[in-house]
């Protein structure tokens, strides 16, 4: 029981040592990763519990009762009727999961729900910038459909089940193709095979221009912005689109299929190449998206982004999104 007790403690202290390097910066965190070993891990002691240390510690309990019946038949023999033994007590003693096995068979059921919840159901996001606004604001908690394009494996991210493909105007969540350990949010806008083009800060797609209407504007904090309702393939979203800022994308970088992509002092026109995806910031001129980074790869879709379930600071933002 030593070994166990040792062998714990280091396990427990690798895992803080990990979520403490990667708090302070020190290295770059997986959660989901850290999901997976922690289920592992928590998973055998729970499998070892069940098989060999709660039944060893029964029969442990019951060698003591049966000690106890026979101490109390040799008293009975000798006429002894008053017998001070508290056997339940001893029991009780030897039937108690000891600390190591609380802290790793006893968190199991949990951590399998979390594990299994997390990476093939819903996983949580918070918004931490604002290209997404005014659908999404920063602080919103949202939930993001994890089963809808289909079901991917955990940590590899391998898909093994096919699901609805993204569609133009989803809401969509992506590991963030210059650094795959980064999530990204932003909205679909062209799918594999589509010519999206962004010039003069107006949307065409297929050459057909994507119809905005002006609506009444939008107030961040102390300031109002230009607002419109772009209509995608019928589906409503708003957005913001500052007429000062500049219509030329600066400050591209070099990403595969770059040669899809053709830039101007108006915009920037792309195709699409297959098992690819254009994303953009409904924020359209404050949004690090496709214009600069390229195309989202099928690979790195992570899932559907529908629902706000917190904002600590407005709750009222508790709802569905388009």
Same mark, same amino acid.
Request: hydrophobic share 45%; aromatic share 14%; glycine share 8%.
């Given at each position: 029981?030593?070994?166990?007790?040792?062998? /714990?403690?280091?396990?427990?202290?690798?895992? %803080?040592?990990?979520?403490?390097?990667?708090?302070?910066?020190?290295?770059?965190?997986?959660?989901?990763?850290?999901?997976?070993?922690?289920? =592992?891990?928590?998973?055998?002691?729970?499998?070892?519990?069940?098989?060999?240390? @709660?039944?060893?510690?029964?029969?442990?309990?019951?060698?003591?009762?049966?000690?106890?019946?026979?101490?109390?038949?040799?008293?009975?023999?000798?006429? +002894?009727?008053?017998?001070?033994?508290?056997?339940?007590?001893?029991?009780?003693?030897?039937?108690?999961?000891?600390?190591? %096995?609380?802290?790793?068979?006893?968190?199991?059921?949990?951590?399998?729900?979390?594990?299994?919840?997390?990476?093939?159901?819903?996983?949580?996001? $918070?918004?931490?910038?604002?290209?997404?606004?005014? /659908? @999404?604001?920063?602080?919103?908690?949202?939930?993001?459909?994890?089963? /809808?394009?289909?079901?991917?494996?955990?940590?590899?991210?391998?898909?093994? +089940?096919?699901?609805?493909?993204?569609?133009?105007?989803?809401?969509? =969540?992506?590991?963030?193709?210059?650094?795959?350990?980064?999530?990204?949010?932003?909205?679909?806008?062209?799918?594999?095979?589509?010519?999206?083009?962004? &010039?003069?800060?107006?949307?065409?797609?297929?050459?057909?221009?994507?119809?905005?209407?002006?609506?009444?504007?939008? &107030?961040?904090? =102390?300031?109002?912005?230009?607002?419109?309702?772009?209509?995608?393939?019928?589906?409503?979203?708003?957005?913001?689109?500052?007429?000062?800022?500049?219509?030329?994308?600066?400050?591209?970088?070099?990403?595969?299929?770059?040669?899809?992509?053709?830039?101007?002092?108006?915009? =920037?026109?792309? $195709?699409?190449?297959?098992?690819?995806?254009?994303?953009?910031?409904?924020?359209?001129?404050?949004?690090?998206?496709?214009?600069?980074?390229?195309?989202?790869?099928?690979?790195? +879709?992570?899932?559907?982004?529908?629902?706000?379930?917190?904002?600590?600071?407005?709750?009222?933002? +508790?709802?569905?999104?388009?």
């Amino acid at each position: 029981m030593q070994f166990m007790q040792i062998l /714990t403690a280091a396990i427990l202290a690798a895992f %803080l040592g990990y979520v403490g390097s990667w708090y302070f910066g020190l290295i770059e965190g997986n959660f989901a990763l850290l999901l997976f070993l922690a289920t =592992v891990v928590t998973g055998a002691f729970w499998l070892a519990e069940r098989l060999y240390f @709660l039944p060893q510690r029964r029969r442990a309990a019951q060698a003591i009762e049966d000690a106890a019946v026979q101490r109390r038949a040799e008293l009975d023999r000798m006429g +002894i009727q008053k017998v001070d033994l508290d056997v339940q007590e001893a029991q009780g003693r030897l039937l108690m999961q000891p600390w190591w %096995l609380d802290w790793t068979a006893g968190l199991f059921p949990v951590i399998a729900a979390v594990f299994v919840l997390r990476s093939f159901l819903f996983e949580p996001f $918070k918004i931490p910038s604002g290209s997404m606004i005014p /659908t @999404l604001l920063v602080g919103d908690l949202i939930l993001v459909n994890k089963f /809808t394009y289909g079901v991917r494996l955990p940590v590899i991210n391998t898909k093994i +089940i096919e699901g609805n493909k993204p569609a133009r105007g989803d809401v969509m =969540v992506f590991r963030y193709p210059p650094q795959p350990s980064l999530d990204y949010i932003k909205r679909v806008i062209g799918v594999p095979g589509d010519e999206v083009a962004y &010039l003069n800060k107006r949307l065409t797609i297929n050459g057909q221009v994507v119809p905005t209407t002006a609506v009444p504007d939008f &107030l961040d904090e =102390v300031k109002y912005y230009p607002q419109l309702e772009e209509q995608i393939d019928g589906k409503a979203h708003r957005l913001l689109n500052y007429p000062d800022a500049p219509a030329f994308i600066q400050g591209a970088t070099s990403f595969a299929y770059r040669d899809n992509c053709r830039y101007s002092v108006e915009g =920037v026109v792309c $195709k699409v190449p297959e098992g690819h995806y254009f994303m953009m910031g409904d924020n359209r001129d404050n949004s690090l998206d496709s214009r600069y980074w390229g195309f989202v790869p099928d690979a790195n +879709i992570v899932g559907k982004a529908f629902f706000v379930w917190m904002n600590f600071s407005n709750p009222r933002r +508790i709802g569905s999104f388009q």
